[in-house]
Nanobody, 127 residues
Framework: QLQLVESGGGLVQPGGSLRLSCAAS????????IAWFRQAPGKEREGVSC????????IYPDSVKGRFTISRDNAKNTVSLQMNSLRPEDTAIYYC????????????????????WGQGTQVTVSS
């Protein structure tokens, strides 16, 4: 069974850090671009980072640029999202998603581009 499983969410104070992981089972991530999305209650799903299968292309929206870092470890079949300087507005359910794009240098922060999804992990930033 092909699965993506997120972990690492939790409750953190403003200014704190969390590291999310996305682990794949049943398939290898080597040829997949991976993206992280988040969705807060009443808000649209927002892409917060993506990384191409080669790792050479990484995209962040301005809302998280300089605070979030995406990385991949193909040997462990995982992708991580390091989140620093967290703010209350970062509170959301975070999802990872995977897609095989043509070539090795593409990724997208548009959630409509992805067909494989994890179940999500809750991140709450509050004092």
């Amino acid at each position: 069974q092909l699965q993506l499983v997120e972990s690492g969410g939790g409750l953190v104070q403003p200014g704190g850090s969390l590291r999310l992981s996305c682990a794949a089972s049943g398939f290898t991530l080597d040829y997949y671009a991976i993206a992280w999305f988040r969705q807060a209650p009443g808000k649209e799903r927002e892409g917060v980072s993506c990384i191409s299968s080669s790792g050479n292309t990484i995209i962040y929206p301005d809302s998280v640029k300089g605070r979030f870092t995406i990385s991949r470890d193909n040997a462990k079949n995982t992708v991580s999202l390091q989140m620093n300087s967290l703010r209350p507005e970062d509170t959301a359910i975070y999802y990872c998603a995977a897609r095989r794009f043509p070539g090795y240098y593409s990724c997208s922060n548009n959630w409509l581009s992805y067909s494989k999804w994890g179940q999500g992990t809750q991140v709450t930033v509050s004092s």
